[in-house]
């Protein structure tokens, strides 16, 4: 892990805690006495509890876990919530991989215009034929359909000529009533 990513981290980590106990001090005492034994297990002052809805969010103050506590027949049950940092940390890591392998690649690249090798370009589709518009083939479409081209092509036009049309009326129109 790169200095930046554990930088990241730290400053991520100590946000969500100062939110998490600024938040508790008031909400703790939204928890009964009863709640607040049940779901610490006697040890009170290693958690940070906030009353969510019917839940308790229960933060251990001694390893940064944070879980969610339901009550479920009469007694509590505190599951750990998933770790979206954990996520987070992977993808910057796999990010900051892909950065360093790009810019090595970058660089063998510089390196081989300038000492005169040559790299081989990635391969690229056949480009057409700029005389003739074709890939040096045959005319995939039969006589029939090049007619039928030709008239949809030759509509399309006129429908594009006339739609302009309009609009050059629309505006003049327009600007007439501003006067």
Do not use: H
């Not at 009353?51 to 479920?72: F, H, M, P, W, Y």
């Not at 360093?100 to 970058?106: C, F, N, S």
């Not at 074709?134 to 509509?155: A, H, I, P, V």
């Amino acid at each position: 892990m790169s200095n930046r990513n554990r930088w990241f981290l730290s400053l991520l980590s100590g946000a969500v805690a100062a939110t998490i106990f600024a938040t508790s001090a008031g909400a703790e005492s939204q928890v009964s006495a009863e709640d607040i034994e049940a779901v610490t297990d006697g040890a009170a002052n290693r958690y940070s509890l906030v009353a969510v809805d019917d839940d308790i969010l229960r933060v251990d103050r001694q390893n940064g876990t944070v879980s969610v506590c339901k009550e479920q027949n009469a007694s509590w049950r505190c599951n750990p919530v998933p770790l979206a940092e954990d996520a987070y940390l992977a993808e910057i890591n796999d990010l900051a991989e892909e950065v360093d392998r790009l810019t090595a690649r970058l660089q063998e690249l510089e390196d081989g215009a300038s000492g005169g090798a040559t790299v081989p370009p990635a391969k690229s589709p056949e480009k057409a034929d700029p005389e003739t518009g074709s890939e040096n083939e045959t005319s995939r479409l039969n006589e029939k359909d090049e007619e039928e081209l030709e008239r949809m092509m030759t509509f399309t036009e006129s429908a594009m000529r006339r739609f302009f049309g309009m609009v050059r009326e629309l505006q003049r129109d327009l600007e007439g009533e501003g006067n």
